[in-house]
């Protein structure tokens, strides 16, 4: 059965950094790939990026993009997000997510992710 959950939130100040962490049971970072999303207080869940390891490729939303980065930990089957120059805006409930289909891909994960973890909050405040 797969399965997904995240850990790291917490509470920052504005300029701060977070690593997020999203730990896979029952598959590999390999087949399929792993997008976060966050929902904001009162807002839709967006996604913000998403790693392919099958083929290299990369999503960051412009919002998050040179501030967060995704990275990999191949031993313990692990994927981070590392949020660094957080922003009051930046606070939410994280999630990382895939989709449980052979041949998944960016794109399908951002939109029609199955498999979702039980989310981490991120508060960034002064």
């Known amino acids: 059965q797969w399965r997904v959950a995240e850990s790291g939130g917490g509470f920052v100040q504005p300029g701060g950094s977070l690593r997020l962490s999203c730990e896979a049971f029952?598959?590999?970072?390999?087949?399929?790939?792993i997008g976060w999303f966050r929902q904001a207080p009162g807002k839709e869940r967006e996604s913000i990026s998403c790693?392919?390891?099958?083929?290299?490729?990369?999503y960051y939303a412009d919002s998050v993009k040179g501030r967060f980065t995704m990275s990999r930990d191949n031993v313990n089957n692990k994927q981070y997000l590392q949020m660094n120059n957080l922003r009051p805006e930046d606070t939410g409930i994280y999630y990382c997510?895939?989709?449980?289909?052979?041949?998944?891909?960016?794109?399908?994960?951002?939109?029609?992710?199955?498999?979702w973890g039980q989310g981490t909050q991120v508060t960034v405040s002064s």
């Open positions: 790693f392919d390891y099958s083929d290299g490729s990369t």
């Open positions: 997510a895939t989709e449980r289909a052979r041949g998944s891909s960016c794109p399908r994960v951002r939109n029609l992710s199955d498999v």
């Open positions: 029952g598959f590999s970072f390999d087949y399929a790939p």
